[in-house]
């Protein structure tokens, strides 16, 4: 039976999240949720969700701890206050996957851009891979999870929002570069202040890259990004914006630039110790219908792990190409595939997405 079969389904949120929540009972409605303080990643996977659901006429309703309904009584209470419910979807931030008995499990790893999350997932394999063969499917995700011989691959569920992201407007900031100190290069870069986008239109394209802390921490993917930032210093007709890790409200953005300057630094390319005027950091994603951006030809290049789902397809189908790097890297977890999606990446980026593969040499 695949995720969205029945009348209803039942979303479980991973443990960090339910802390947040003042829950009023054992079951809430999604709006209880998305109202809740939790954060932003765990709000665009429930919205995701509950927006298929509605598309496809179902119920959606909310549990905090689905291991409380295992016994005989507490599972008949469930069904009587969850009329419909087969199928139930876990949402993991990669520490737990937490099944509920009578229903089918199914898993969707929201937020792998974290290092600590997906760091959470690589000893949830190495301790549990086994819970995988209870999955059902994995949405946006194509993972291998388990040990070498008996590793299990769930069936993918593909989802994309149906709304451009809600977010501030992004900030973007100019890159100056010092390749001896993190620090100057992040508070230089602060406090030289933003950058009208007016200013880089003047521009031939544009080259968007995202950062994720997970992304970063793959060096042949650093090498990559640090290769793009040097080829755009040479090519003033080459506009360069790079996406800042989330940081949420903890970290101002000269702390966000300072901690994903290393993987630069220790990429092993040499990057002018200077500033240019066409390489920018923005605090946000870029709106699908940035009014100032826009008209420029849009290049796209994330790592594997990016969580793809939070863009529309329209923000995609606006580019000229989106390149989806994925490779082994020896510096990762033995037991973590080299990709999350599959090779084809069309289905998740577009009919103009191709798959870049990368080494540790790259």
């Known amino acids: 039976m695949s995720l969205f079969t029945g009348a209803a ?24 949720i998305l109202a809740a ?12 969700v509950w927006g298929e659901a509605l598309r496809r006429g179902m119920a ?5 701890r689905p291991e409380l309904f295992a016994d005989g009584p507490s599972r008949r209470w469930l069904r009587t206050r969850a009329p ?62 388990g040990d070498d011989v008996d590793a299990a691959r769930p069936p993918s569920v593909l989802l994309h929002a149906a709304t451009p992201l809600e977010h501030p407007p992004p900030v973007l900031l100019p890159l100056f570069y010092n390749c001896n100190s993190d620090e100057d290069s992040a508070n230089r870069t602060e406090q030289a202040g933003p950058v009208a986008a007016e200013r ?51 970290r101002t953005p000269a702390q966000r630039i300072a901690a994903m300057l290393p993987a630069l630094r220790h990429s092993g390319v040499v990057i002018p110790r200077a500033s240019a005027g066409n390489i920018v950091f923005a605090t946000e994603d870029l709106e699908e219908d940035h009014t100032k951006l826009a008209r420029l030809p849009r290049h796209i290049l994330v790592h594997d792990s990016f969580d793809f789902w939070r863009h529309t397809p329209g923000f995609y189908a606006g580019a000229e190409q989106v390149a989806v790097c994925a490779g082994p890297d020896p510096a990762s977890p033995a037991h973590l595939p080299p ?9 998740a980026y577009g009919p103009r997405a191709i798959r870049r593969r990368i080494d540790a040499a790259a």
């Open 200 to 250: 880089l239109t003047d521009a031939a394209r544009l080259h968007y890259l995202p950062l994720t802390e997970t992304a970063l921490d793959d060096s042949a993917f650093a090498r990559v990004v640090a290769r793009t930032v040097l080829e755009a210093c040479f090519d003033p007709t080459r506009l360069l914006v790079l996406r800042l890790p989330a940081g949420g409200g903890e």
């Open 9 to 32: 389904l039942l979303l479980s949120l991973p443990g960090a999240e339910v802390e947040r929540i003042d829950w009023p009972g054992s079951l809430v409605a999604p709006g209880e």
């Open 37 to 48: 303080p939790v954060s932003p990643e765990l709000r665009a996977a429930v919205r995701l």
């Open 60 to 64: 959606m309703h909310c549990v905090a």
């Open 339 to 347: 990709t999350c999606l599959p090779y084809d990446v069309r289905d």
């Open 84 to 145: 419909g419910v087969t199928q139930h979807l876990c949402l993991s931030d990669g520490h737990a996957i937490k099944p509920l008995a009578g229903l089918q499990t199914h898993v969707f790893f929201y937020r792998l851009v974290d290092r600590a999350n997906m760091l959470a997932l690589a000893r949830l394999c190495r301790r549990a891979g086994e819970l995988m063969a209870q999955v059902g499917s994995q949405v946006n995700t194509h993972l291998a999870l």
